[in-house]
Nanobody
Framework: QVQLVESGGGLVQAGVSLRLSCAAS????????MAWFRQAPGKEREFVAS????????YYADSVKGRFTISRNNAENTVDLQMNSLKPEDTAVYYC????????????????WGQGAQVTVSS
């Protein structure tokens, strides 16, 4: 089981940028596919982005493609989500997740989850 802790959430205005970070406490971090999901009030959890264990493959939801960038640092056991041009509809709790499988957009493939970081975008 991987322990994941998100940081960097907050309240921002539409159009600005915000960076989320997720720290993993596991020695074999480089073996894990990492991802970000989000859940808005009253809605189901949805996929945002995922990155392969080498960082060579990334995958984005259409709603964030071109605005968000996922990256990882295997030396520091971290995965980040750079969010640009934020919109009110990006408001959600953002979750970091880890999987030993391939890059995926399916929440069921991810067995380890962080506690979530709130991102609120005002118009």
């Amino acid at each position: 089981q991987v322990q994941l802790v998100e940081s960097g959430g907050g309240l921002v205005q539409a159009g600005v940028s915000l960076r989320l970070s997720c720290a993993a406490s596991v020695r074999t971090f480089s073996r894990y596919t990492m991802a970000w999901f989000r859940q808005a009030p009253g809605k189901e959890r949805e996929f945002v982005a995922s990155i392969s264990w080498t960082g060579g493959r990334t995958y984005y939801a259409d709603s964030v493609k071109g605005r968000f960038t996922i990256s990882r640092n295997n030396a520091e056991n971290t995965v980040d989500l750079q969010m640009n041009s934020l919109k009110p509809e990006d408001t959600a709790v953002y979750y970091c997740a880890a999987s030993l499988g391939p890059v995926s957009d399916y929440a069921g493939d991810f067995r380890s989850w962080g506690q979530g970081a709130q991102v609120t975008v005002s118009s």
